[in-house]
Structure formats: structure tokens, C-alpha cells
């Protein structure tokens, strides 16, 4: 410390000693920085700055540069007596790190095996067809091989394989001999799996849809769901599941359904006694998808332009053909879906709403003027009420309109719509 100034110095080396070996890193001084320099002594601070700085003949850049290679000369003696000391070659190094890595042919090798294991769906969907040939009579085999199918054939081009590979017939192979060996011998699980494998098959699918019209599914189809008391109600439903996979979007099955009293078949299944609300609404929502799929083919052909009106034309011109809302009416359904609005859950009035509002035009003047039309209003009455509860809640707890709002609009049309059928009722009977 320099009293005088009140800096730190460092203190040099005698002048004797310096110039023997000016170069020599043992003679370098330990320089101090000094972070309290007084702005007011400035000039005088630089002065002793550069004279220190300059030792030996040396720079401050030469002294820096001098220090830092003394120290990166220290570290490598360092790292090389660590190596002597633990008995570490930079053989042994090296060889250390290729063992790390694998050689190409290694890596060949391993992924040759890894391939081996990989099958395209295609190469699973023979392999499960060769191995169903061979355990016909293996139950417990044939259900996990239809359930395999079941997953697999949602793709379209792996259900356009199947039955170029003749999965078809061991389908109806498997949904006959369920339906002919009596009720006492039936095996529900496997008939069933085979129904929801034809149902995944011939979903929007229409190669498949052909192909199961031309095997004569439709037939079978119909009478499974009108089979004795030994299926159980997974058969039953699966059936109709079936059905309305290969009847959607397909005039053609829709006409063979029509020409094999399919509507009939229909109308008994749902006034069945053991007939559960699954099977009823799913029979409900198929009459109720085919009546809207005509619907819109007729506005799609009024509205298409260009390239495209010649085929909506053709379309339309298939779904005039089969006219099918006015056979559903024909065959007494109009009454019988109005007795559905009579089911408490939310999904039940949905679909029973829906199918109202769809095939009103055929239905709209019985729905009014029937035996049951003020039993039908004062349901609907009861639903609107219901649903304007539900979306007051609705909207205080999430603070926006959702599906009870929804419902109470569509409960609230229908209910507007039928009271003025019912007018045009009454008038038209005066």
C-alpha cells in the first residue's frame, strides 16, 4: 500500500535480476489490478501504468500472452501425468472409444432383425386368414381371430383384401352354421364377433358393400335379428349393427332391404319385448340416416354445377328409386317413433329428434293427427321446458350457450313445426 497515494503496487523484482533472463516466466511480476484508481490522478496513474506494464522489455499484451501460454503448457503436464499415474495409454484411450460404437455390419445385422419382425397389415390379415383355417374348431381361437379382424379391417384397403382373399365366406360360413344349429347350441360371442366384423368391413366401404350385397348378407342379416330366443341381446344388436353398416350411403342395399321386407323385419324387431334401447334407437337412427341421405341427395343435385352435376344427378336419380322415407311411412314407423320421446336420457331424445325432424315430411301430418299427436305435444312441452332449465344452469356455470341450448332450439322447432301440421290438419279436414 502506497501512503501517499493510497494505491496497492506491486512490488518489482531488482533491476539485477530481471535483466539476467527478461523473458523468463519466474521473473514475470504478479501484477495487482487496481479497481480504486482516483479519476483526479489520471495522467500520473497512466504514466505508472505503462511503466509497470513494461518489465523486462516486455508489453503488457507480450506479458499476457507469456502467462497464458505458461499455463496451458502447467495443464497438459497435468492431464499427462494423470494418465501415467492411472496407467492409461492413448492406445488404451482410443481403444475405449471405439468400443463405444458398432461396426456397419453389426448395425446391418441388427436391423435385418428388427425388419424380420415387421409385417405389413396385408401379410397379418393372410396370416390370420391361414391360421382361422386351421382351428375351425377352436373357439376361443376363432373369437381372438375375429377380434383381430375387427381392429384391422376399419382401413378400407385392408377390408377390400379380406374379401379379395375370401374372408367373406368364412364370415357367412360362421353367421349360418350360428343360425342354423338351433337355439340351444348357439355361440353368441363368436356369431357376434363375425357380425361386427362384417359391420367394420362394409362401414363407407362401397367395394365391400357390393361384394356382401352380391354374398347375400342381407337375407342373413334380417334374420338374425328375427332368430329365436337362444341369441342373446350382443347378437341382436350386433346384427343391426351390420345392417345399417352395409345400408348407409348405398342405394342399392337399400333397395334390396326394401324388396326383402326389411322394413317389416325392422318394425318387428322394435316392438319386440326383449328388444333393449340400444337395439331400438340404433334401428331408429338407421331409418332416420337413410330418409336424410335422400334428402340430400336431392338438394345436392339442385345445387351442384359442372363436372359435378352429372353425378349428383345419378345419385338422386338411385334415391328416387328406392324412396324410402315414403316406404318407412307406409310401414306404420311414424307412430311408433313418437313413443320414444317417452326416454328420460339426453342421447335417446337426441336421436328420437333427430329422426322426427328427418323424416317429418312423410310423417309430419300423423305425428300431428294420430291417436297419440297430444301425448306427442305435451312430451314435447315437457322437453322444452326441461332443456330451457338446463341451459339457464348451463350458462351461469360456464358462462356461454352449449348443448342444452342446442336442444332446447331443436326440441322447441319440432314442437312449432308439428303444432302447424296439426292446423293444416284441421283445415284441410274441414
Partial sequence: MNIQTGHTEARLMPPSNANDNPASASNLPALVANDNKDPSTGDEDAAKEEKNNNIGGLSGQALREALSSRRMKEALKKIKAENLASGQTGDQDGESIVQQFRSYEDLKSDFAKINAGIKTDLEVIKELLAEWRRSTADRANRIRILSEFEYHLRQIDNAQNFVQLGGLELLMSQINGTFSNGSESVDNESAAAALRVLAACCQGNAPVQVAAIKAGFLPVLLRAMLAGSGLEQQTRSASVLALASLCRNFPLAQTVLLKSGGLAALRSAFDSRDTDRARVLR????????????????????????????????????????????????????????????????????????????????????????????????????????????????LEEEGAAGYFEQMRQRVGLLKQRLAEAGGASVRSEL
Avoid at 311414424?334 to 333427430?354: G, M, P, W, Y
Avoid at 305435444?377 to 321446458?385: S, Y
Avoid at 330451457?388 to 344452469?393: C, D, H, I, Q
Wanted: charged share 25%; aromatic share 6%.
Fill in 283 to 394: 334401428i331408429v337412427t338407421l331409418l332416420s340416416d337413410m330418409a336424410l341421405e335422400a334428402a340430400e341427395a336431392e338438394a345436392h343435385a339442385a345445387s351442384a354445377g359442372g363436372a359435378s352435376s352429372a353425378a349428383a344427378s345419378e345419385r338422386h336419380r338411385q334415391y328416387q328409386q328406392v324412396s324410402v322415407a315414403k316406404a318407412i311411412a307406409e310401414t306404420g314407423w311414424c307412430s311408433s317413433i313418437t313413443r320414444l320421446l317417452n326416454f328420460q336420457d339426453h342421447d335417446a331424445v337426441e336421436k328420437t329428434v333427430t329422426a322426427m325432424s328427418n323424416l317429418f315430411d312423410v310423417c309430419g301430418r300423423e305425428f300431428a293427427s294420430n291417436d297419440g299427436a297430444q301425448s306427442t305435444i305435451a312430451a314435447l312441452d315437457e322437453l322444452v321446458g326441461r332443456y330451457e332449465r338446463l341451459a339457464k344452469e348451463e
